[in-house]
């Protein structure tokens, strides 16, 4: 799952357009690549991100919450197929991204315009097709709108999240100890009470986002980024010293689950909308790709490697997310915290795009002393809406599934081949990328459709679960 880069002044940059002066644009109006590259060099040495910077950020947004997840997206679908699965989806990721940054760059080329986001690239792509013309600003609202279900997805599963682990760190308070040299295999259940804790959360997350100006939430990020840092480490150093022998699991899972394999896997993978921001903030953009492909090499080997992993520790008992099977002691206790601090605060940065999508069109329809007023009202809604989903869907690895079969399929891998083709339908391309492009596109259609109906029958099948058993325990 991806995270939410922010530019210089810490403010978030998701599927924006890189800001530019106008006198920067006309420029470049109609200027070439080397052209484009010459002015890039030139205005944008000074305000740009470094190669390194950049590398920096796209590990930060393709790593997340659907990284703690992928030891159970392995145990759907098997030891063998989960990891060789989890590799051939990071190299069609890896291509469906890109292939959106050299659709960017030849509309941008045809336009005259230096950088172009993910609704851009939608919209022009259709309006290089005459039969497409009429409805490519509907175009850009699909992206949008895919794009708000995306984050807030995302802060249903930091709900579900944070109160599953804390829940746990609560329980467990009067058993746990100093000994952490003890393998142990089970792992608690959310059971209905966890939301409980998604209501204690909601207050605080509320008077999070409304921060004035997430650069004040800058140090606490800061922070939070460490402590994950520090806290997968010691995830990976337990889960490589606690490997059974013999390792005897299953090396294919069940076929009618690996829909959700799939469901987890693409929501992991689902960095594509921070590739274009990305770019366009780049010092040198014609570095990007060396970016793109080396970090998602590194994003890629820690997903496989975690993956398997885990689920090689923990076996079959291994929970939604891997945090919930550490040992009872303190200090993985104190990971599990950091983990949840860090998710805290990044829960105001995913937040920003559908804020920043809804609430100035409501507010542009209001007086001035209502604006606040407002933005605020809207702000507060859109935390209870994603308080409340969590809370009727209280089940981590269901609802990171659904989130990934739904919005990350579409953003990720029904998109990126589709609009290549229309991108290029007046220029021509070859027979066998048109088939390739289409495969892509129908394997994530295919993902879409069967991983959402097994997430919501699975939902669904757990939550009658659950009404029997607090039936059958208030009798």
Known sequence: MGDIITDQDNVPFYGEQTPVEESDVSSVHGAGPSERQDHYERFGSKKGTTFFQTLIHLLKGNIGTGLLGLPLAIKNAGLVVGPISLFVMGIVAVHCM????????????????????????????MENVSCLRRYSV??????????????????????????????????????????CHINQTSVMVPSFDSRLYMLCFLPFIILLVFTPNLKYLAPFSLVANLAMCASLSLIYWYSILHIPTPVNLPYVGIPKDYPLFFGTAIFAFEGIGVVLPLENKMQKPHQFRLVLYLGMA???????????????????????????????????????????????????????????????TAVARVGE??????????????????CLLAILIPELDLVISLVGSISSSALALIFPPLLQILAYHDDGL???????????????IVG????????????????????????????
């Open 98 to 125: 890109s292939v959106l940054v050299k659709c960017s760059h030849h509309l941008g080329n045809k336009l005259g315009k230096p950088s172009l986001n993910y609704g851009d690239v939608m919209e022009q792509s």
């Open 138 to 179: 509907w175009g850009r609202h699909v992206v949008n709108l895919f794009l708000i279900v995306t984050q807030l997805g995302f802060c249903c599963v930091y709900f579900v999240f944070l109160s599953d682990n804390v829940k746990q760190v609560v329980e467990a308070a009067n058993g746990t100890t100093v000994n």
């Open 298 to 360: 590194m994003v890629s080997f820690l997903y496989i490697s975690l993956g398997t992993i885990g689920y090689l520790c923990f076996g079959n008992v291994i929970g939604a997310s891997i945090t919930l099977n550490l040992p009872n002691c303190w200090m993985y206790q104190v990971v599990k915290l950091l983990y949840c601090g860090g998710i805290f605060f990044t829960y105001a940065l995913q937040f920003y795009v559908p804020a920043d999508i809804i609430t100035p």
């Open 369 to 386: 002393r209502w604006k606040l007023p407002v933005d605020l009202l809207i702000r507060t809604a859109l935390v209870i809406f994603t």
């Open 430 to 444: 070859s027979r066998w990328v048109v088939l390739k492009n289409c495969l892509i596109s129908l394997v994530g």
């Open 448 to 475: 879409f459709v069967a991983g959402t109906y097994v997430s919501i029958e699975q939902i669904i099948a757990r939550s009658r679960l659950r009404s029997s058993s607090a039936f059958f325990e208030s009798t």
